[in-house]
DNA sequence: GATGAATGAGTGTTCATTCAT
DNA sequence: TATGAATGAACACTCATTCAT
């Protein structure tokens, strides 16, 4: 439950707090974009869950438009420098590699509100086509290449088929994006949601990923699935 | 059944009578609500594109939200039993047959506008919940069936791992759901899709759900990517 | 009390009257422009004058703006041509001349509503300079050659003096101008209206324009005032 | 007495106190409510323009409509006193001190900013009806008494024809008003204003004023127009 | 005194929906 | 049945005014 941290009451209105308000404000407006879209988002709303007037909205923001721009942009907190770092200096296989990659995605993005986003964006891209490319170019590009570097790795290594890298990645990205778009849109409206464990997804799509479907007669049985 | 399915052309030409309205009409809904939006869509402009009166639409319609029911449950294809049908007397390998269906999947949905309503649905399925449930129990469930019915025909004759099927069959699905998706959305604002084809991308991703990334120390090595 | 003449309220609501909107409208925001300015009227109060709901404004003009620039536009009747010629014909005297100008315009535009828009423009010409361009080219500078040629006519038959035309035009503008001010500003405003009589006004300043205020030693006496 | 009367310069710089805020708020004020009308300046602007802040403003003025009326009190020119004692001694033909009348007038008001507030109290009047008729009692009506008082003396020493007072005062005054009006509306807008010279302007109508448009068959011929 | 962050009533504009024709 | 003029509730955005600092 992220947004406003239950500021102590101290006095019951006016508060001055000028730095935290764009914050705050980018929070909230995450939450119920992405809870209800941006059409059915007021800004009313948004304001009133971030504890402050409509006006006071305005202030930070000119529009309502470039408020849904801030909180793409916001969110995208740029973990792929970080990511690549690791990745580069990392020692074991690289199936434990793309686990691990798979992994801290869930931890630092998937589980979080900033899943959120890429439904956003996948809704709305037609709406937004400049903000689109700016994902595009921001978060899309460098995210894939971060795959591609894995699975190059894989290959170079001898530890992976030799792919096409250009379709392969999709294969890495596919079930990530899945996981978002369900968690965001019928998962939250299904009740079904009570078998799906997300973590049970991931670890089965990996598993699929490195060893396919097909039998490998040789290869040992594989471990049962949990 | 996307759109009106062409109608035999009976009458020698704008003959087109009271009973081809409601079609017309949720032909242009269809179009514009997946690109646009259930929200940025409107009424007017639907009208306009079906080539009638704002009024008329809601003489078929009785609201834009009814109009946005139908359109979801008329695009829905009634092609399952007819699939199920189709895959039970199937007589190849279960591999083959998955690589059909996929096909198959491409030919009637993937690459028509039937994929609209998938990327509609997940876009604003957290704003229509009643709708959402019925496509759910209409499209969702059966389409699993039918995929988890693939898969256990390949464990039970041997030619697929034993793998938990909650899960697997998700890696069957996503890469058909990312697909519809990135068509519509960053694919439609991107123009990037000057390289992308969706076909080889089909064709890639079967391959990976088969094989797997990992190399198979006794396989032969596998066909060079396209 | 120009506004909607009392249509005979035979149903209550929903009227449909395509043709008659955009002029009963104008009318109203005439009428209230003028009054009160332009950002002090308000879209609903020029609806309301008007009989129609705050949306069928928008219908027929696009924004306030736009609807600004119509009643401009709408209430710069085009008389000039026909003054243009009534005059070109006149037999009499320029003297008498002149005062048939004067009172035509008085007729036609000095005491109608048409005065109002020579205020709104004068008070509103630096928020619409587009406007107040097409204003100066439609209108004033058609009706500055008017008089010059008035003045012209006089001086050519020996009837005047010998004037710089360039500004003896304002000579014969400014009247005119001051008392379609003073009629819609101060004039509204102070009860001193009472001893104002436009037309005996209108006789004093033509009286002045062409006699001057010097005593003439030879001349015979001047009329007793009015 | 539009702006700062020129504080003496006691402190050696930037040592604008407290004392100089009010009329630094109405001489920034004075500018925009002439420039842009009541309604379309913002109370923002005025303070920016001032060089404080929006809060400095309400401490002086409790309310942009106060602030209004401050500017056109405080921009009345208290003059008429002076000016009363000045045309009461003056010594040559009541021609000449029209003349000079004039010229004076355009000295201290016409030309300088002074002459805006003609134009807002015109312009806004109608919204402002107490501020108005504070305007004709302290302005409009010393000014007319000031013209009248110069007409008389023409009449009574036999220089100027018996005229109608009421309406010769306006004969006088209306030039005034339209010069003012133009340079601050269309005289802004259009750059016609190249051509036109407000002192050969006024010589003109003083010179029109006096000898009128009419030939006189004795009196020696006109000065040349300029 | 001075500031500027915060407010919220008010306004222009949109658009799904109605209904007289 | 079809139309499209009319509606009005809803919403984004503005800006004079307040007040804690």
């Keep these: 439950m992220p947004a406003t941290p239950t500021p102590p009451p101290a006095s019951p209105k006016r508060e001055r707090r000028k730095e935290a308000r764009p914050g705050e404000l980018l929070d909230a407006a995450l939450d119920l974009f992405v809870e209800k879209g941006y059409a059915a988002t007021k800004v009313d709303e948004v304001a009133a869950r971030a504890g402050v007037s409509k006006g006071t909205l305005f202030l930070y923001f000119p529009s309502k438009e470039e408020l849904f721009k801030a909180v793409v942009r916001e969110s995208i907190v740029g973990r792929f420098g970080e990511w690549s770092q690791e ?16 992994t801290t995605w869930w931890e630092s993005i998937g ?10 964006m996948l ?14 170019r921001e978060v899309i590009e460098p995210g894939q290449q971060l795959i591609r570097r894995v699975l190059l790795r894989g290959v170079e290594r001898g530890e992976f088929r030799t792919v096409n890298m250009d379709y392969a990645v999709y294969a890495v990205l596919a079930p990530m994006i899945f996981l978002m778009l369900w968690k965001h849109s019928i998962g939250a409206c299904v009740p079904d949601a009570l078998a799906f464990d997300p973590e049970a997804y991931i670890s089965s799509q990996v598993d699929n990923l490195l060893h396919g479907l097909l039998v490998r007669p040789d290869s040992p049985p594989p471990p049962p699935p949990v």
Tied chains: 1, 2, 3, 4.
């Design 123 to 136: 809704s709305e891209a037609g709406n937004f086509p400049e903000i689109t490319q700016f994902y595009q």
């Design 87 to 102: 990745l580069a200096q990392f020692q074991g296989s690289t199936a434990d590699m793309l686990r691990y990659a798979y």
């Design 111 to 120: 589980s979080t509100r900033a899943s959120g986003i890429t439904k956003l």
